[in-house]
């Protein structure tokens, strides 16, 4: 089991620039993690996910440049770092958890995800 919970959400202004963190408890070693958000009448959507080593990384396209996933596993904390922040990326930000290891084929897919954490709300302002 890994338990996963979320912090760092907020209010802030389109333009700004806000950290989330995962921390991460439980059989936590060799874990993929991943982030999703779900904006208000939306679907979950992937993010970005990060290999257990940290060499591999993968980014929603949209969001390929503004966002940056990263991970400490001496401190078992994933975190997504977020700039340049538009009203569009309010949404609740989601820490996922898989046991495999990424895939080009499926680190998108919320089914291949096995632990997710209860997330937390980003709403960015105009």
């Known amino acids: 089991q890994v338990q996963l919970v979320e912090s760092g959400g907020g209010l802030v202004r389109a333009g700004d620039s806000l950290r989330v963190s995962c921390a991460a408890s439980?059989?936590?070693?060799?874990?993929?993690m991943g982030w999703f958000r779900q904006g208000p009448g939306k679907e979950r959507e992937f993010v970005a996910a990060?290999?257990?080593?940290?060499?591999?990384?993968y980014y929603a396209t949209s969001l390929k440049g503004r966002f940056t996933i990263s991970r400490d596993n001496t401190k078992n904390m994933v975190y997504l770092q977020m700039n340049s922040l538009k009203p569009e990326d309010t949404a609740v930000y989601y820490c996922?958890?898989?046991?495999?290891?990424?895939?080009?084929?499926?680190?998108?897919?919320?089914?291949?995800?096995?632990?997710w954490g209860q997330g937390t709300q980003v709403t960015v302002s105009s």
């Open positions: 990060i290999s257990w080593s940290g060499r591999t990384s």
């Open positions: 996922a958890a898989r046991l495999n290891p990424l895939h080009d084929e499926d680190y998108y897919q919320i089914p291949s995800y096995d632990y």
């Open positions: 439980g059989r936590t070693s060799g874990t993929a």
